[in-house]
């Protein structure tokens, strides 16, 4: 499995995960200029942006680290587009990091 089957596999795992929890998902994969967001979802009031991480071994760090300042800010200039150009008012707005560690074969439809 490559690195974009396994992300795809990770982005549908969070994907489900968010709507065991109630969250209402707006976008998957939504880019724009400035790059890309894996996950745009409602949680109650909220608008959560949510970058998924998936790995399949921690030799290399968690996925989580891989979300340095660089991302972050590349992150925000995403949302603040998807802000100016798709959404009402939200309340309150959110980043989210959902990191995904695979240790065996996974079968996902």
Partial sequence: MNNKQLGAIGEKCAAQFLKNKNY???EMNFSCCYGEIDIIAKDKNSIVFV?????SSTNFGRGMEAVNFYKQ???????????????????????DVIDILVHSAVDIK
Avoid at 51 to 55: L, Q
């Fill in 51 to 55: 970058e998924v991480k998936t790995r």
């Fill in 73 to 95: 800010q590349k992150l925000k200039k995403v949302a603040l587009y998807y802000l100016n150009t798709h959404t009402p008012f939200f309340s309150n707005i959110r980043f």
């Fill in 24 to 26: 209402k998902i707006l």
